[in-house]
Protein backbone atom coordinates (compact mmCIF):
# COMPACT_ATOMS: atom_id res chain seq x y z
CA UNK A 1 0.00 0.00 0.00
CA UNK A 2 1.04 3.63 -1.23
CA UNK A 3 0.16 6.39 1.56
CA UNK A 4 -0.15 8.97 -0.86
CA UNK A 5 -1.10 11.89 2.01
CA UNK A 6 -3.23 12.64 5.32
CA UNK A 7 -6.92 13.21 3.76
CA UNK A 8 -8.12 14.83 7.21
CA UNK A 9 -7.73 14.93 10.64
CA UNK A 10 -10.86 15.15 12.55
CA UNK A 11 -11.16 17.16 15.89
CA UNK A 12 -14.07 17.82 18.41
CA UNK A 13 -13.88 21.00 19.89
CA UNK A 14 -16.02 22.17 23.78
CA UNK A 15 -16.06 25.91 22.33
CA UNK A 16 -17.23 26.63 18.78
CA UNK A 17 -16.11 30.02 17.94
CA UNK A 18 -12.79 29.73 19.65
CA UNK A 19 -11.93 26.57 17.63
CA UNK A 20 -12.65 28.18 14.48
CA UNK A 21 -11.18 31.24 15.00
CA UNK A 22 -7.77 29.66 15.29
CA UNK A 23 -7.88 27.19 12.76
CA UNK A 24 -8.97 30.24 10.29
CA UNK A 25 -8.06 33.73 11.75
CA UNK A 26 -4.56 32.13 13.27
CA UNK A 27 -3.49 29.29 11.10
CA UNK A 28 -4.83 30.55 8.00
CA UNK A 29 -7.40 27.67 6.90
CA UNK A 30 -10.71 28.05 4.95
CA UNK A 31 -13.68 27.29 5.45
CA UNK A 32 -15.46 24.69 2.64
CA UNK A 33 -18.59 23.94 4.28
CA UNK A 34 -20.30 24.59 8.06
CA UNK A 35 -23.54 22.76 9.04
CA UNK A 36 -24.92 22.91 12.36
CA UNK A 37 -26.65 19.48 13.19
CA UNK A 38 -29.71 20.27 15.77
CA UNK A 39 -30.53 16.78 16.89
CA UNK A 40 -26.67 17.05 18.51
CA UNK A 41 -26.67 21.16 19.40
CA UNK A 42 -23.38 20.70 17.30
CA UNK A 43 -20.96 21.99 14.27
CA UNK A 44 -19.09 19.80 11.71
CA UNK A 45 -16.78 22.03 9.29
CA UNK A 46 -14.97 21.19 7.13
CA UNK A 47 -11.37 23.32 6.96
CA UNK A 48 -8.87 23.65 3.60
CA UNK A 49 -5.38 24.36 3.30
CA UNK A 50 -4.54 26.24 0.02
CA UNK A 51 -7.88 24.47 -1.02
CA UNK A 52 -7.31 21.19 -0.04
CA UNK A 53 -9.60 20.25 2.29
CA UNK A 54 -7.35 19.01 5.47
CA UNK A 55 -9.42 19.44 9.24
CA UNK A 56 -13.14 18.30 9.82
CA UNK A 57 -13.92 19.89 12.91
CA UNK A 58 -16.85 19.41 15.54
CA UNK A 59 -18.00 21.07 18.09
CA UNK A 60 -20.26 19.91 21.38
CA UNK A 61 -21.74 21.84 23.73
CA UNK A 62 -20.28 19.62 26.68
CA UNK A 63 -18.09 17.02 25.27
CA UNK A 64 -16.21 14.39 27.76
CA UNK A 65 -12.85 14.25 28.12
CA UNK A 66 -10.79 12.14 25.89
CA UNK A 67 -11.38 8.62 27.03
CA UNK A 68 -12.57 5.50 24.60
CA UNK A 69 -15.51 7.32 23.63
CA UNK A 70 -15.66 8.37 19.89
CA UNK A 71 -17.34 11.67 20.34
CA UNK A 72 -14.75 13.02 23.30
CA UNK A 73 -13.32 16.33 22.98
CA UNK A 74 -9.62 15.75 21.16
CA UNK A 75 -9.11 13.69 17.81
CA UNK A 76 -11.42 11.58 16.88
CA UNK A 77 -9.84 10.38 14.17
CA UNK A 78 -6.47 10.29 11.17
CA UNK A 79 -7.20 9.24 7.57
CA UNK A 80 -5.33 8.62 4.77
CA UNK A 81 -5.15 8.78 1.38
CA UNK A 82 -4.31 4.99 -0.46
CA UNK A 83 -4.63 4.20 -4.30
CA UNK A 84 -5.89 0.89 -2.66
CA UNK A 85 -6.38 -1.22 0.15
CA UNK A 86 -4.01 -3.77 -0.84
CA UNK A 87 -1.77 -4.34 2.21
CA UNK A 88 -0.59 -7.86 2.62
CA UNK A 89 2.98 -8.39 3.59
CA UNK A 90 4.77 -10.18 0.73
Request: overall charge negative; hydrophobic content about 40%.
Amino acid sequence: MKLNKVHHIAIIASDYARSLAFYTDILGLSVIAENYRSERGSYKIDLALDGEYIVELFSFPNPPLRVSRPEAAGLRHLAFEVDDLDYSVH
